[in-house]
């Protein structure tokens, strides 16, 4: 499942690259990974990696709330760039029969 985050080309509001001058994607990336993992949410089972001139956000967290804060987080980080976000929530709700063995 594929959920869009950002969109291509440049970030509304946001400053453009000078002419000539690369925009550097993978900082902007290591950055993503270390707000994630620094603030409030501590998480550090989302990744984010350049693939086909996109960035492709995965993994595993453990609630909706959490999902909305990553993506947020990304949209702010990766504002003008095309975001692929293939982030799930983890089912942590108690079986409600007993395994048969």
């Known amino acids: ?8 080309g440049p970030a509304a509001g946001g400053p453009a690259p ?3 001058e690369p925009e550097n994607v993978e900082y902007r990336v290591a950055h993503l990974q270390d707000r994630l993992a620094a603030e409030e949410l501590g ?5 984010a990696e350049v693939r086909a001139g996109a ?15 990553v993506l947020r987080i990304a949209r ?14 983890a089912d942590a709700t108690r079986p409600d029969h007993a395994e048969e063995l």
């Open 1 to 8: 499942m594929s959920d869009p985050v950002g969109h291509q």
């Open 18 to 20: 000078a002419a000539g």
């Open 43 to 47: 998480e550090l089972g989302v990744r």
């Open 55 to 69: 960035i492709a956000l995965t993994g595993t967290v453990p609630s909706a709330r959490c999902r909305e804060t």
């Open 76 to 89: 702010e980080e990766l504002a003008g760039l095309t975001v692929h976000a293939d982030v799930v929530v």
